[in-house]
């Protein structure tokens, strides 16, 4: 479960004070799958930043599973980032000099699970987004849609309580969109995993289950399909 | 993450940008061969130069009277010397010996008069300790039957305008510092490759001084080539004990600016060498910077999945290291090749023949690396490209994931 209190993002404080996020309180529970929409400057992204603990908020909490990660330490907000949370990003943000299949398993090396464990959960993940005969191509050698299959298998690969992704389709053809919308369903229905996304796309608000709506850094609705 | 990882990550990184990459490692690669050669010349030169004198009249060993070094006067004999010969004779390091008589005085002729030193020998043990007998431009090297004849070095010969059969005068102070003058007659003109050594000594037959010396007879410098010049110190204090009125000295205390330039060249060469590879690194520092602002996302993008810090500079140094290394073999053994080809052709250089000659040194210039030496450079491209890594791995870690990937 993801809590956000009071949660503040104020850009410049004091001269030309930027309320990116302005006290939201929001709640987001196990399993959801929870599109959060605004226009462009709404926030959006400032929050996803904030609850993934990339961002330090101005002030508020946000807890996680009952932790507040705000707290936390730099080097231990990285290692929470890294057991707990999952990113999935715009612009895929792979390693170029990696395959696919080093790709995903990089984080797992990043948690120091050993070599077999590792391979039979890439190999799985690989699976699971349809892409194991491309497991040895490097990013460059994959479609858009196949590198951010590979970007939400890599965000999978430590077995995340969430998934956070900004505008994942937004470099995505229509068959690509569908494609990935389908995995990531089926992810969050088998294995319960909870996916919050910020987005335009109106094909991924249609396959949300909530909708969030965000205006100049506040919550003006909360949806549930 | 284990280290392989990391390290495996870095070195694919080096080569995503393979002409940025080729260029940086280039330069480390020139680097190192410029620096080697200036070593090898430096070396070259130095070990031409103490050759030329060991060969020439220093040889590895001389003994004279103590007294002699402070005084010249010809009284002052080595003591003990069938002794010293005896043991000398018996000493399987030693290939052989020669005996002279030194006589410090004037060489004249109509055109003038020079300060020299006239080193009365006999040639045929001459010839098995210094080389003169190679050095020989005019005339011979005492096949004359007259006794009085004299070799004169090029130099000397050119500012008293003196040719073979040219006749000189000597003028010495002899044991009771009365003045003796002896005629010779010029029967070879030497050329040793030092212009000072060819202007200031003169090669004559002991034979020829000790007839105008009834009175006198000994020798008072006894040069000893060995098999092998590191063997100098051993021997050297083994002749110590023959007499205490001796004094026996090994090249390099004889002629102390040959000893302290070569250490001195060692320190200097590791100056220039640190100065070239300081010079490299600002431009692997710079093609590091432009790799890290070029991968800003990226980098980014490793902090938000949780790549902890000491992992992103890892990375960054192992890059940067990287760089070096793989320079580092091809830099030397190109080095090497190249040195180990000059060292058996070498390098002509009677462009600068005059200057060589003011140096002590010949013309053709023969390369010498010792091995260390690349064992050093090898550490100290390895150090500069460990120091290099730290500012590019720093500026790694300064980048903030949030603005970094843009979205998260």
Redesign the interface.
């Known amino acids: 479960m993801i809590e956000t209190k009071n949660l503040s993002k104020i850009y410049n404080p004091g001269k030309f004070e930027v309320k990116a996020v302005n006290d939201v309180n929001s709640l987001f529970k196990e399993g959801e799958f929870t599109s959060v929409v605004g226009p462009s400057g709404s926030g959006k ?1 400032t929050f ?2 904030c609850v ?1 603990g ?2 330090n908020p101005t002030s508020g909490d946000v807890y996680i599973a009952g932790e507040n990660i705000t707290r936390l330490s ?2 231990d907000i ?2 929470y ?3 707990n949370i999952g ?1 999935v ?3 895929y ?1 792979l ?4 395959s696919a299949k080093e790709n995903i398993e ?2 797992m ?4 699970i050993d070599e077999k464990s590792r391979r039979l959960r890439t190999d799985e993940l690989l699976n699971q987004v349809d892409l194991y005969e491309m497991k040895d191509r490097r990013p460059s050698e994959l479609s858009g849609g196949q590198q951010q299959r590979v970007a939400v298998a ?1 965000a999978l690969a ?1 077995k995340p309580k969430f998934i ?1 992704a ?2 994942p389709t937004a470099n995505l053809d229509t068959a690509s969109t569908s494609n990935l919308l389908d995995i990531m369903s089926k992810l969050n229905e088998n294995e319960k995993i909870t996916f919050i996304f910020s987005t335009h796309d109106q094909r991924v608000i249609d396959r949300a289950r909530r909708v969030v709506t965000l205006e100049d850094g506040k919550i003006v609705s909360d949806t549930k399909k | 993450m284990n280290i392989i990882t990391l390290i495996k990550i870095s070195w694919r990184n080096v080569w995503r940008s393979k002409l940025r990459s080729f260029v940086v490692i280039m330069s480390v690669i020139f680097g190192i061969l410029g620096g080697i050669i200036m070593i090898a010349i430096s070396y070259g030169l130095n070990e031409e130069r103490m050759n030329n004198a060991v060969d020439t009249y220093l040889s590895h060993i001389q003994i004279h009277n103590k007294s002699f070094s402070e005084d010249y006067n010809i009284k002052f004999k080595i003591d003990n010397l069938p002794q010293i010969e005896k043991a000398i004779n018996n000493d399987d390091r030693v290939v052989s010996y020669s005996k002279r008589i030194i006589l410090n005085g004037m060489l004249s002729n109509s055109n003038g008069s020079y300060s020299i030193q006239v080193k009365g020998i006999n040639p045929s043990e001459e010839i098995k300790v210094t080389n003169t007998y190679e050095k020989i431009i005019e005339g011979e090297y005492f096949k004359s039957k007259r006794d009085n004849t004299i070799l004169v070095g090029k130099k000397l010969a050119d500012r008293l305008n003196l040719k073979i059969k040219s006749k000189v005068v000597i003028t010495f102070q002899d044991e009771n510092y009365d003045l003796t003058s002896l005629l010779y007659r010029v029967e070879g003109i030497f050329r040793s490759g030092n212009s000072r050594y060819d202007g200031a000594n003169v090669f004559v037959r002991n034979l020829s001084i000790t007839k105008n010396l009834p009175n006198f007879s000994g020798f008072h410098e006894m040069p000893i080539l060995l098999t092998d010049i590191e063997l100098r110190d051993e021997v050297k204090n083994e002749l110590i004990p023959y007499s205490s009125n001796n004094i026996v000295e090994a090249w390099d205390d004889i002629s102390k600016d040959l000893a302290y330039a070569n250490e001195m060249l060692a320190a200097v060469l590791y100056i220039f060498m640190m100065i070239i590879l300081i010079g490299l690194s600002f431009g692997i520092v710079n093609t590091m910077l432009m790799a890290i602002l070029e991968r800003k996302r990226e980098i980014g993008m490793l902090m938000s999945i949780g790549m902890n810090r000491y992992k992103i500079f890892l990375m960054i140094c192992f890059e940067t290291i990287f760089l070096s290394l793989v320079a580092l073999p091809f830099g030397l053994l190109s080095s090497y090749f190249i040195v180990e080809y000059y060292s058996v052709v070498g390098i002509d250089l009677s462009v600068v023949e005059a200057g060589l000659e003011n140096f002590g040194v010949g013309t053709r210039l023969y390369f010498k690396v010792p091995d260390e030496q690349y064992y050093i450079v090898a550490i100290m491209v390895f150090i500069i490209s460990i120091i290099s890594s730290i500012f590019p791995s720093l500026r790694a870690l300064k980048i903030n994931p949030v603005e970094a990937t843009k979205t998260f």
């Open positions: 992204t996803l930043n993934g990339l961002d730099g080097s990285i290692q980032r890294l057991k990113f990003f715009q612009s943000n390693i170029p000099v990696l990089m984080i090396l990043l948690q120091g890599r430590s956070l900004d505008e």
